[in-house]
C-alpha cells in the first residue's frame, strides 16, 4: 500500500487514477446512453425502465440500494477524476509559464486541447442536467416517476436541446482522446494492437455521439412525444 | 537570400528577456541554421554588440547540444533534423524567423537561446543506468538477444536528450525522455535487475525537476529529431504500475549500488 500511496503522488500516478475513473465513467455514459434509447420504445417501457434501475439487484438488495451503490462510485469516480486532472493542470500550468510567440498545433488535436476545458463544461452541464431530470428543480413541469413526460417536455425548449447537443459534443471530443489517452496510461501499447486505439475510441465516441443526439432531436422531430 | 530574424535576448536567467530584430543579408541556402547565426553574430562583433548565445558541439545532429525553437517549431520545420542539420534552403528569401529558447520551468534560460538541461542528467542519475561489475570484457555475444528486443532498445537509445520534447510540450513534461531511457534498458536483459526501482527512481525525479505531466499529445513525437515513439511512455507507465503493485520488490538493496 506504502508504494501504491508513493506511486499516486506521482505525475502517472494520478493519470492512472484517471485512466481507471474514466473507464468507470465511460462505462456509465454508455449504460446510461441505452437507457435513453428506450425512449423510442414509448412511454409505457421507458418508465418501466427508469423504475427498473430502482429495484437493481432484487431479491437481494432493497428498494433503490444498489442505485445508490452505483451512484456513491459514480460520485467518488467524477471527485477523483476533477481532483487529479485539476492537481495535473496547475502542476503543467506552472511546468511552462512561458508561451511561444507562434506555437503551431503539431501533432495537437481540437480533441487532446480542449480535454480541460472540455471537461469543466461536461461537469458544468452534468450538474444541469441533474437538476433537470433527476431534481427537477430546473424543469418546467417535473412529475416525480414519469421520466418519459419529463424527458419529452425537458427537451421541447429549442435551447435545451441546443445545450444538450453542445454537451453532447464536448463529450465526444472528450471520450475521442481520453479513451486513447487512457489506454496510453494503462499501458495498454503493443505493436499489434497500436494502430487500431485511436479508431476503437473514435468509434465508441461517434456511437455516443450518435446514441445521445437521438433521444433530443427525435422529441425535436416529433418521433418522441 | 535576406532575412529578418527576431530573437530572443536574456541578458542571464534572472534578467527579463526580449525579442530583438535582426537583418541577415545574403544568406546561402546552403548554410546550415547555426552558420547562418555565425554570420550574424560575427557582424555583431564587428560591430561590438553582444553576439547570440546559443549551444552547439557536433554540428552533425548527434550530440544533442544544439536546440532553439523556429518559428515555434523546436528546431526547425523540418521533421527529425537538429537545428544544426537544419538548412537554409528550407527559408525562402524575406521570411520573417522567429529564434526562440526552450521554454520549460525545468529548463531555466542562462542566456539568449542556451538553456540549463542539468535536470535531464539529474533524471539519467536517479536510475538511468545498469550497475555492472567492470573487469575482463565479457565475450561478445555471451548473452543473447531477440533481434526485435534489440532494435526496440536501438531505437529509443537513439535519444540525444536534446530536450526538443520538453519544448514542444504543453506540459512542459520530459515524459518521452524519461520514457526513451526507460524502454532502451527495460528492452534488454542487462537492464532487468533495476528494471523497476529505475522507473520508480527516475520517475520520481522527472516530477521533481518541476516537469509537467504527460497528456498524449503526442507534440513530443512530431518534434523529436530522432523521432522517438511514444509507445516508450506507454512502456513506462506499464512498468510503472507494476512497480506499484510490488514488482521489483525481489531486486530490493540492489539498486544504485550493486557489489
Known amino acids: 500500500m506504502r508504494r501504491v500511496a508513493a506511486f499516486y503522488q506521482s505525475t502517472v500516478g494520478k493519470k492512472v487514477a484517471m485512466a481507471i475513473t474514466g473507464f468507470i465513467l465511460v462505462g456509465f455514459v454508455i449504460g446510461h446512453m441505452l437507457g435513453n434509447l428506450k425512449a423510442f420504445q414509448g412511454a409505457e417501457k421507458f418508465n418501466h425502465y427508469a423504475e427498473g434501475l430502482r429495484e437493481l439487484g432484487a431479491p437481494f438488495f432493497g428498494h433503490g440500494q444498489v442505485l445508490w451503490l452505483v451512484r456513491i462510485a459514480l460520485i467518488v469516480s467524477v471527485g477523483a477524476h476533477v481532483l487529479a486532472a485539476a492537481q495535473l493542470t496547475l502542476r503543467s500550468w506552472r511546468a511552462r509559464p512561458a508561451k511561444y510567440h507562434a506555437a503551431p498545433h503539431l501533432e495537437l488535436s481540437y480533441a487532446s486541447r480542449t480535454m480541460r476545458w472540455g471537461g469543466v463544461i461536461i461537469a458544468g452541464y452534468v450538474a444541469y442536467h441533474l437538476m433537470h431530470f433527476t431534481l427537477g428543480n430546473a424543469h418546467p413541469d417535473f412529475l416525480p416517476g414519469d421520466a418519459y413526460h419529463n424527458l419529452v417536455v425537458g427537451f421541447q425548449s429549442p435551447w435545451v436541446v441546443a445545450v444538450y447537443l453542445v454537451a453532447v459534443a464536448m463529450l465526444t471530443f472528450h471520450l475521442y482522446h481520453g479513451i486513447w489517452s487512457a489506454l496510453q496510461t494503462l499501458g495498454a501499447s503493443h505493436p499489434a494492437v497500436n494502430r487500431w486505439r485511436r479508431g476503437a475510441a473514435a468509434a465508441l465516441a461517434l456511437v455516443v455521439l450518435t446514441g445521445f443526439a437521438a433521444v433530443p432531436v427525435g422529441v425535436f422531430a416529433g418521433i418522441i412525444r | ?259
Not at chain 2, 543473447?144 to 532494435?151: G, H, L, T, V
Open chain 2, 1 to 259: 537570400m535576406n532575412l529578418t530574424l527576431h530573437v530572443w535576448r536574456q541578458t542571464g536567467a534572472a534578467a527579463a528577456g526580449r525579442f530583438e530584430r535582426y537583418d541577415a543579408r545574403d544568406v546561402s541556402e546552403h548554410m546550415s541554421f547555426l552558420e547562418m547565426l555565425d554570420v550574424v553574430n560575427g557582424r555583431l562583433i564587428e560591430e561590438g554588440k553582444d553576439p547570440i548565445a546559443f549551444e552547439h558541439d557536433c554540428r552533425e545532429g548527434i550530440c544533442g547540444s544544439c536546440g532553439m525553437v523556429i518559428n515555434g517549431r523546436p528546431h526547425g520545420p523540418v521533421p527529425r533534423v537538429t537545428a544544426c542539420q537544419l538548412h537554409m534552403r528550407s527559408f525562402t528569401d524575406g521570411d520573417q524567423i522567429w529564434i526562440e529558447p526552450w521554454r520549460a520551468r525545468g529548463f531555466p534560460v542562462l542566456k539568449d537561446l542556451v538553456v540549463d538541461r542539468s535536470a535531464f542528467d539529474r533524471v539519467i542519475e536517479a536510475g538511468g543506468y545498469v550497475s555492472i561489475r567492470t573487469g575482463a570484457a565479457p565475450d561478445a555475444n555471451a548473452v543473447p538477444i531477440p533481434k526485435r528486443d534489440a532494435e526496440r532498445a536501438m531505437d529509443a537509445a537513439a535519444c540525444i536528450g536534446c530536450g526538443a520534447c520538453v519544448a514542444a510540450c504543453p506540459n512542459g513534461s520530459a515524459m518521452l525522455f524519461t520514457a526513451a531511457k526507460v524502454a532502451h534498458l527495460g528492452a534488454l536483459p542487462q537492464g532487468q535487475p533495476e528494471r523497476y526501482s529505475r522507473v520508480r527512481y527516475m520517475l520520481a525525479q522527472h516530477d521533481d525537476e518541476g516537469f509537467g505531466s504527460c497528456t498524449n499529445h503526442g507534440n513530443c513525437e512530431a518534434a523529436c529529431p530522432k523521432g522517438i515513439s511514444i509507445d516508450c511512455i506507454a512502456q513506462l507507465n506499464r512498468d510503472a504500475i507494476r512497480a506499484a503493485l510490488g514488482k521489483g520488490t525481489e531486486y530490493a538493496g540492489a539498486a544504485g549500488g550493486g557489489a
